[in-house]
């Protein structure tokens, strides 16, 4: 009796551990996109606004860009760093190229005139007011697919709001907050 619930508890064993190597061998890293391809094939920049495109390989690692040679199409519209930071000069379009082992991969840059007076009437301040608007850096809001640019309303040297606006029309887009001292919103 002990030896068949042995030899039960045995075949059991084996049976398991036979499923557990056929499932690691089968199994492999299943990546969604075959090809090397930039993170995002189209940015939008403010004037003066900055991005630093990725180079992602098909495994899912990025191509540090220091390996990468830049170039723009048009460098009176964007500049291109050697470490592939991208910068907005006029309003306009142009392609940024980065090669990579003899292979070169493009991604378009549309870069728009920021509108502070736009912004400044959408926050509701009026004329008579003067108030400064810094714009704080640019990122990609995937939930509503558009770039934004963070922006910073100055009144006597003292921030007094901040909000998210859209890069293409300057409409604000996700968040305002008046400025509070304490931290607390």
């Not at 551990?17 to 930039?38: E, G, R, W």
């Not at 390996?67 to 907005?88: P, Y």
């Not at 400044?120 to 810094?134: A, E, R």
Request: with cysteine; hydrophobic share 40%.
């Amino acid at each position: 009796m002990k030896n068949k619930e042995k030899n039960r508890w045995t075949i059991l064993l084996l049976v398991l551990v036979s499923m557990l190597v056929c499932f690691n061998l089968i199994s492999q890293p299943v990546y969604a996109d075959a090809k090397t391809h930039f993170d995002y094939s189209h940015v939008d920049l403010a004037v003066g606004g900055s991005y630093k495109p990725k180079l992602i390989k098909p495994d899912g690692r990025i191509i540090k860009s220091s390996s990468l040679t830049w170039k723009s199409s048009k460098t009176s519209v964007v500049k291109v760093s050697s470490k592939g930071k991208i910068t907005g000069k006029k309003a306009g379009k142009a392609k940024i190229f980065a090669t990579y082992k003899d292979k070169t991969y493009s991604i378009s840059v549309q870069v728009y005139k920021f509108n502070a007076a736009k912004v400044k009437k959408d926050l509701g301040v009026p004329n008579n007011v003067k108030v400064k608007i810094k714009k704080t850096g640019e990122y990609y809001w995937d939930g509503a697919a558009i770039w934004l640019v963070g922006v910073e309303l100055y009144s006597k040297e003292k921030c007094v709001a901040f909000a998210d606006v859209a890069v293409k029309n300057s409409k604000i887009a996700r968040q305002i907050y008046a400025y509070n001292p304490s931290g607390v919103y």
